[in-house]
């Protein structure tokens, strides 16, 4: 059983930073992909970022391109999401994901493994 473990959610003015966390109980080397992506109330979750195993692949959505950095530490299987200049269009619960799948992958039907989700609030 695989288990992903994010942290750092809160609330936080518009224009502040948050740091996230993900935490996973197997090397995050085992997965080629790991990602962040983000529900709000009443819309479908959608992708925030992604970065392949060695980090030198990412892809952002356009919404928090130049604003958001994902990384990853294998060394401690930790992936992290850096938010910056946040807005209270970024409200949402935050999912940390990994797939089994040993290519790279932004769609979020090839993620298998979810965390339980963080808060994030951004207030105006």
């Known amino acids: 059983q695989v288990q992903l473990v994010e942290s750092g959610g809160g609330l936080v003015q518009a224009g502040g930073s948050l740091g996230l966390s993900c935490a996973t109980s197997?090397?995050?080397?085992?997965?080629?992909?790991m990602a962040w992506f983000r529900q709000a109330p009443g819309k479908e979750r959608e992708l925030v970022a992604t970065?392949?195993?060695?980090?030198?692949?990412?892809d952002y959505a356009d919404s928090v391109k130049g604003r958001f950095t994902i990384a990853r530490d294998n060394a401690k299987n930790t992936v992290y999401l850096q938010m910056n200049s946040l807005k209270p269009e970024d409200t949402a619960v935050y999912y940390c994901?990994?797939?089994?799948?040993?290519?790279?992958?932004?769609?979020?039907?090839?993620?298998?493994?979810w965390g339980q989700g963080t808060q994030v609030t951004v207030s105006s």
């Open positions: 197997r090397r995050t080397s085992s997965f080629y992909t």
């Open positions: 970065i392949n195993r060695s980090g030198g692949i990412t």
């Open positions: 994901a990994a797939t089994n799948r040993q290519y790279y992958s932004t769609q979020i039907r090839n993620y298998d493994y």
